[in-house]
Antibody, heavy 124, light 107 residues
Framework: QLQLQESGPGLVKPSETLSLTCTVS??????????WAWIRQPPGKGPEWIAS???????FYKPSLRSRVTISIDTSKSQFSLKLASVTAADTAIYYC????????????????WGQGTLVTVSS | EVVLTQSPGTLSLSPGERATLSCRAS???????LAWYQQKPGQAPRLLIY???SRATGIPDKFSGSGSGTDFTLTISRLEPEDFAVYYC????????FGQGTRLEIK
């Protein structure tokens, strides 16, 4: 059974960089049909996709966050990571890592595995 | 960016009833790129439906999805206590987006 586990600081100061890592176990991170994603959810609101990356390092970013976000992958450790720079209180949220699967025929995409999430609070 | 608007915001029904949840997109979404998720308090979202109408692995057939273009529907027949949760639609376009959610509560 595939499992994803987020790790990183739960408290970040304003203007600093938020850094999170997701460790994937129980399955391969290196498959062409998967992208690995970061998704966040502010308290009481809907989820917001942030960025995705595949095993070869191809990336997609939410346009409004692109200037502050870096996503990276280390296939040797089965991990992928998120860095979000210059954080403010608006970045306070539960951060999830998730797997995006591509179904080839018929073509479809979906987030089918999620980590349990980690709450990151931005406060001085 | 495609904006997804879900209605109603809150739906109050009794166990045994049928729930119909709506998701409207600000521009046409490829039907294969629309998914539905269920979220319970303190848990991550759980995939229910992908490709607008295909049930994910292990999802019972009381959950069904339909729609195309800009209008999509999630139907839950015969509500059971464990079905009361928040439901989100989500689309994969040039940038993935989620709706704001429909809270399904016990009447």
């Amino acid at each position: 059974q595939l499992q994803l586990q987020e790790s990183g600081p739960g408290l970040v100061k304003p203007s600093e960089t938020l850094s999170l890592t997701c460790t994937v176990s129980g399955g391969s991170i290196s498959s062409s049909i998967y992208y690995w994603a970061w998704i966040r959810q502010p308290p009481g609101k809907g989820p917001e996709w942030i960025a995705s990356i595949n095993y070869s390092g191809n990336t997609f970013y939410k346009p409004s966050l692109r200037s502050r976000v870096t996503i990276s992958i280390d296939t040797s450790k089965s991990q992928f990571s998120l860095k979000l720079a210059s954080v403010t209180a608006a970045d306070t949220a539960i951060y999830y890592c998730a797997r995006r699967t591509e179904q080839v025929v018929p073509r479809a995409y979906y987030f089918d595995y999620w980590g349990q999430g980690t709450l990151v609070t931005v406060s001085s | 960016e495609v904006v997804l608007t879900q209605s109603p915001g809150t739906l109050s029904l009794s166990p045994g009833e049928r729930a119909t949840l709506s998701c409207r997109a600000s521009q046409s979404v490829g039907g294969n790129y629309l998914a539905w998720y269920q979220q319970k308090p303190g848990q991550a979202p759980r995939l229910l439906i992908y490709g607008a109408s295909s049930r994910a692995t292990g999802i019972p057939d009381k959950f069904s999805g339909s729609g195309s273009g800009t209008d999509f529907t999630l139907t839950i027949s015969r509500l059971e206590p464990e079905d009361f949760a928040v439901y989100y639609c989500q689309q994969f376009g040039s940038s993935a987006t989620f709706g704001q959610g429909t809270r399904l509560e016990i009447k």
